[in-house]
């Protein structure tokens, strides 16, 4: 099921010649007056697995949510695949996406939510298998077989007819990530996946993902305050401040020789529990 | 004054007749209640402020104005501008849109309390805005509406005897017309207020016990 390998996706031979999967040109985000991101630029190869840590209210969230065209940008430009994301051509002109445009761009993109967002009123297995059928059109029993895959995935096949008030919290969680990867999007992303977990279920939860990154060619972004997390499944870590980027690079230069004095800061009150 | 059972025999038929009449009317207009209110409560929650304001209004308009002088509007005054309604028709459609501007307001509540999440989930697995509504926000919020909207239905039936105003023979037009001719009140009038009891009670505890069931499960 799972092609290629992380090595492969990542290797640094290849990355000179791939295109960035995605990349924000000088991007800002602002509610009112609260400027959320400042002008930002990144990119992502494709396979990347991209950590994005820092404090709250420091727009890595709100990175996520626009990704998952939740939120709209106030200036720049994103790029998936090199095609804009909230913009599109028509008659010559760059305006503003359509609803279709934003559609097809959402088709290759899937989230998981901090507060695991699944249908209440549908079965672990319905809740993967109804995107399936309603936005891939796939056949009832096509869906179904590709849910079990993914239950299987997630280690909740003996859950597959409970719904979700009867699971706990991490189990709700794997199914939400079943549900997102159900839709083979080419980008997955995480926000806060663990912080609305009793403490004793957020391993088994992390160890899905730990699993994921290791075995798929996904690209993924992830949200957390989880540091030993962090450190398992990112090849990149980004530090972000006040909607800016301070520091990047692998997650030993970042957690074991941060250069910059507030990454330092930043996790040393993390590490001696302040924050 | 004294009850005499040869009345109360006599009359008994036509009440039978009038209360199918008032069954059919409340059954009917509670259909074009929920439809309408339906629709109405969208409207009201449209991002576009005009169709969003103008809902609002025309709904307040409705509900603020008394539901006879709407009967005798669809039944008297839209002959004159060429629209010519039967009886019953303009009733349920006056009882209807009257009780939308109420049950539009459950709705409304109902879907308010799908949390924003179920929308975002929805937004990222690729949902058109109609699978939206049809697939994730409308199965979550009909339930916990169920209860209220059993209420307004006994509301309504209790309110059929307004019919009479437009010519419609319900349970009460029905006991009315004969008392007139025979100029005997007590029996028909106890015999309509005992029917009405007769289906609104058992339907009120039955409102309830739905209330009872939802809150559990909530």
């Known amino acids: ?275 | 004054m004294e009850w005499s059972w040869s009345v109360a025999y006599d009359v008994m038929p036509r009440l039978a007749a009038g209360l199918i009449v008032t069954v059919q009317a409340t059954l009917v207009g509670a259909l074009v209640a929920y439809v309408l209110g339906l629709a109405l409560a969208i409207l009201k929650m449209s991002p576009y402020r005009l169709v969003a304001w103008s809902s609002y209004w025309s709904s307040e308009f409705v509900r603020r104005t008394p539901l006879l002088v709407q009967l005798y509007f669809l039944f008297y005054v839209l002959p004159d501008l060429g629209i010519f309604l039967e009886p019953f028709a303009a009733g349920v459609i006056g009882l209807g849109l009257h009780f939308s501007t109420y049950t539009s307001e459950v709705f409304r509540a109902g879907i308010e309390n799908v949390p924003k999440g179920q929308w975002e989930a929805a937004r990222s697995l690729n949902y058109s805005t109609i699978q939206t509504w049809r697939h994730v926000v409308l199965p979550q919020a009909i339930p916990p509406m169920i209860p209220p909207l059993a209420n307004y239905l006994i509301t309504m039936f209790k309110e059929t005897p307004l019919l009479a105003a437009i010519t419609v023979v319900e349970l009460f037009n029905a006991a009315n017309i004969y008392s007139n001719s025979h100029y005997k009140y007590l029996e028909p009038m106890t015999l309509v207020g005992t029917f009405f009891l007769l289906v609104s009670i058992p339907a009120a505890a039955l409102a309830i016990r739905l209330e009872n069931a939802f809150r559990r499960k909530a």
């Open chain 1, 1 to 275: 099921m799972f092609a290629g390998t992380r090595a492969q996706a990542v290797n640094a031979d290849l990355r000179g010649q791939m295109q960035n999967i995605i990349e924000f040109q000088d991007v800002s985000k602002s509610f009112g007056s609260l400027q959320v991101l400042d002008d930002l630029n990144m990119h992502v190869v494709p396979g990347e697995k991209l950590a994005l840590i820092g404090p709250s209210g420091s727009g890595k969230t709100t990175i996520l949510r626009i990704l998952m065209t939740l939120e709209d940008i106030s200036a720049g430009e994103i790029l998936l695949d090199g095609e804009p994301l909230w913009h599109e051509m028509r008659g010559g002109k760059r305006v503003r996406a359509s609803e279709h445009h934003l559609r097809k761009m959402r088709d290759g993109v899937g989230m998981v939510f901090q507060q695991f967002n699944l249908f209440p009123h549908l079965t672990a297995t319905e809740n993967i298998e109804q995107p399936q059928v309603l936005t891939h059109r796939k056949s009832k029993a096509a869906a179904r077989e590709k849910a079990a895959e993914m239950l299987s995935v997630v280690g909740l096949v003996d859950k597959r007819d409970h719904y979700p008030h009867q699971l706990s919290g991490g189990q709700q969680q794997r199914v939400a990530i079943a549900r997102a990867l159900a839709m083979d999007p080419k980008i997955m992303l995480f926000d806060e996946v663990t912080s609305a977990l009793d403490p004793e279920l957020v391993e088994e939860v992390l160890n899905v993902l730990r699993k994921l990154a290791e075995e798929t060619d996904t690209t993924m972004l992830t949200v957390t305050h989880e540091m030993n997390f962090a450190r398992d499944f990112a090849d990149r870590v980004l530090f972000f401040e006040k909607g800016k980027i301070v520091e990047a690079g692998s997650p030993e230069d970042i957690f074991t020789n941060p250069k910059e004095e507030r990454t330092r800061s930043f996790l040393r009150k993390f590490l001696t529990g302040i924050n």
